[in-house]
């Protein structure tokens, strides 16, 4: 056997551990935001319950890895160094795949990464050897891929979406017409029978259908389960039902116990479907290599892997102790929920998408048809539902959970069912699909998607989905590119070179992880959320620190990208634009969330209340004005545009002298709160708006034909913007004192 054949062995298995921590990263802690989102256990809780059902879900996995071995190609139709090469071209197509899209910060999925990049270095073996051999044909290509199977998985992709959101939808509605946001009452009275029906499903779909080829349950059982199984599962549910009754007597909270047991199933569910997509491809390699060994022939055709894969549990179980440890050491985990924990938020929050006018449209045809649901619907029934579906007051719930448990029940039963059995028919569903759809179709039907969110939360959904479909044209691309490549080249430069490719973007995506965490938590440590405070001094105390801050990082930014705009530093001006944006979107959030700050200011803070409302506003505008600074600057140097002249950077550098001063002095008094030198402030701002006008009347007295005009615009730009800022900061701090003044009126 030839030692290059090795190395791609080695290859390969480096590769799949680079896939396994990238991909559970991004993906697998969508079966955990169930649980997360409705704050039902510790954050470690659950990765301890998750984890375990990682373990079990691993040895679940072998039915699947016939997916990477001859679920897209016919195996017996390639010979084993082209079985190699479109093992090896594939993975390092999808690990530049996941590089590429953590960068973008776009979705992805795992299982459409797994099967169009099978599909598309499929595509190029076959191609490449109908290009060397015309006698061949094109019409051959049908020998080589398997389209009918592909066209199988792509279809279960795609349809799953449809139908977990469907099943989403129905549930949930089922589910909150029966126990109401109210549901402490009905769960006593119904509790035990309905969560006996979650787990019931559960056990039943996530255990005797996902375990059922794993050889950890009896055959005879197995056959006796299949031969009655409506007798079995009521059985199972009246047992259940029981257990969780006599829980109950025991004033055990039974939500949580099947939503951690939804957790342990849907990670379970995970784990038999998707560990393929990570260790499917390099364990396919290796059994070739075995082959191809055993027969002592390089040039053998693989119709061996056409046969059913036989589990090698060893390493199942190494590959799911990585998905485990690298779930408890991913930074990023959190991060990736939170699109969606907003989208599906039950809370009233900063939305993270723009609206659409495909949103706005599909909002106005709901509005439309709710119009004839009012119109034909008796009064009495809308009003029975609507009361149903009437949410909870602030301060009646957990406002740090994203929904309650009810819903967090309907979306791992959903999910943890659907997967398995998908999982049973060997069907290599997306876990980042079905998960996400059934939490958007539960949202949606538990009227999370109201009037004033639902086209920011349409938009959110579709941008989405159009990352999943960009995934499947990006995966099926490269995964075909790099292995033009590995033919084309030849095995000795070709293997290395892409597999330096390979490395170099492991590593440059885990730096750009770590970079993009410490800058996360460097913003998190900034960041004071006054939302989130409690007592009228904690708003007041949060208030004040946060307005220093960002009045602190408008000076420093301001200084900068005049003296970078001075040195034409096109990299320090970049640097200044993102951070500019950073302070803007900061101000935005608080912006956003002034109603929850206000209700929790007492009714007899109404003047605080409201000379709060106008710090915000003035923050608001202060950093809308450092943006027009900083971009212009950015536009300016980046296109390469005539630097200022020396006349107008010596105006500037007398205009950022008065800034300093004036947001310095400004700081001081916040910080102090002593405000008795507030006339002081105007003073200084009328001296400084002298300085602009001068410098106006001086750029207008230098202006000639040898002037540059973009130049001179960015120039005027920069003062009058620089005029608006201090401006509304001087606003800001009057509003401020008065905030302080009126604090206990």
Aim: proline share 2%; glycine share 6%.
């Amino acid at each position: 056997m030839s030692p290059i054949f090795t190395f791609i062995v080695v290859v390969l298995g480096l590769l799949a551990i680079a896939n396994i921590i990238v991909g559970v990263a991004n993906d697998a802690i969508n079966f955990m935001n169930a649980a997360w989102g409705s704050r039902v256990a510790r954050y470690r809780t659950i990765l301890i319950v998750a984890s375990a059902g990682i373990l079990i879900g691993t040895l679940t996995s072998n039915g699947m890895m016939e997916v990477a071995r001859s679920g897209v190609f016919y195996p017996e139709n390639f010979t084993f160094p082209e079985v190699m090469t479109l093992f090896l071209g594939m993975m390092l197509g999808n690990v530049i795949l996941f590089n590429i899209f953590n960068t973008l910060g776009l979705p992805t999925s795992t299982t459409v990464s797994m099967v169009f990049g099978l599909l598309g270095a499929a595509l190029a073996v076959a191609g490449y050897k109908i290009y060397i051999s015309p006698e061949i044909g094109i019409n051959s290509l049908s020998h080589y891929v398997n389209s009918g199977k592909a066209m199988v998985i792509i279809s279960g992709i795609l349809s799953s979406v449809v139908i977990a959101f469907a099943t989403g939808i129905t549930l949930m509605y089922i589910s909150r017409i029966i126990f109401s946001f109210r549901y402490a009452k009905m769960i006593k009275r119904l509790g035990a029978l309905w969560c006996g029906i979650s787990v019931t499903g559960i056990i039943y779909f996530a255990l005797f259908k996902g375990l059922n080829n794993s050889g950890l349950i009896p055959d005879d059982f197995n056959t006796f389960v299949h031969n009655h199984t409506f007798i079995f599962l009521c059985l199972l549910w009246l047992a259940v039902s029981l257990v969780l009754w006599l829980l109950q007597l025991l004033r055990v909270n039974i939500m949580k116990v099947t939503i951690l047991s939804g957790t342990f199933a849907l990670a379970l569910a995970f784990a038999g479907n998707d560990l393929v997509n990570f260790i499917g491809v390099p364990i396919a390699g290796y059994d070739s290599y075995q082959i191809a060994r055993a027969a002592g022939d390089e040039t053998i055709y693989m119709t061996a892997l056409a046969q059913p894969a036989t589990a090698n549990f060893t390493l199942l179980i190494v590959a799911g102790i990585i998905m485990v440890v690298t779930l408890f050491l991913s930074k990023e985990a959190r991060h990736v929920a939170q699109t969606e924990l907003s989208l599906s938020s039950q809370n009233e929050e900063q939305e993270r998408f723009n609206s659409t006018l495909i949103s706005r449209g599909l909002v106005r045809m709901a509005l439309i048809m709710n119009k004839w649901y009012t119109h034909y619907v008796p009064h009495r029934l809308q009003q029975a539902i609507d009361k149903r579906f009437e949410p909870l007051p602030p301060e009646e719930r957990n406002t740090e959970a994203s929904f309650d448990l009810i819903r967090a029940i309907v979306n791992l039963t959903s999910s943890a069912v659907l997967i398995s059995i998908a999982t049973s028919l060997k069907l290599p569903l997306s876990t980042t699909y079905v998960v996400f759809m059934v939490s958007m179709g539960s949202s949606l039907a538990d009227r999370a998607w109201g009037r004033e969110s639902a086209v920011y939360r349409i938009t959110g959904v579709m941008t989405v989905i159009s990352g999943w479909f960009i995934t499947a044209f990006v995966a099926l691309l490269i995964s075909s590119i790099f292995t033009l490549i590995l033919l084309i080249g030849g095995w000795g430069l070709a293997v290395i070179l892409a597999s330096g490719v390979g490395i170099y973007s492991v590593v440059r995506s885990f730096t750009f992880r770590q970079k993009q965490s410490k800058k996360a938590k460097a913003r998190q440590e900034k960041k004071l959320t006054i939302s989130k405070t409690d007592t009228t001094e904690d708003i007041l105390y949060n208030c004040i620190e946060e307005v220093c801050r960002t009045m602190e990082e408008i000076s420093r930014i301001y200084n900068r990208t005049l003296v970078a705009v001075f040195k034409e530093n096109r990299k320090v001006l970049r640097e200044m634009v993102t951070e500019s944006n950073a302070l803007y979107k900061e101000a935005h959030t608080r912006k956003y969330e002034v109603i929850n700050t206000l209700r929790k200011l007492k009714k007899n803070h109404i003047n605080s209340g409201h000379f709060y409302v106008q710090v915000v506003d003035y923050l608001s505008e202060v950093t809308k004005a450092l943006i027009h600074i900083t971009r212009p600057a950015f536009d300016h140097i980046d296109n390469n545009h005539t630097g200022l002249t020396k006349e107008q950077v010596a105006d500037l550098m007398r205009v950022n002298d008065g800034v300093d001063e004036i947001f310095t002095h400004i700081n001081e008094m916040m910080r102090s709160k002593d405000f008795t030198d507030l006339d002081k402030v105007l003073e200084m701002r009328d001296r400084l708006f002298d300085t602009i006008v001068a410098a106006i009347k001086s750029q207008l007295r230098r202006m000639d034909e040898k002037s540059s005009t973009k130049a001179c615009l960015l120039y005027l730009s920069i003062l009058n913007e620089t005029k608006s800022m201090v401006l509304q900061a001087r606003n800001l701090l009057k509003a401020q004192s008065y905030f302080l003044k009126n604090k206990d009126e």
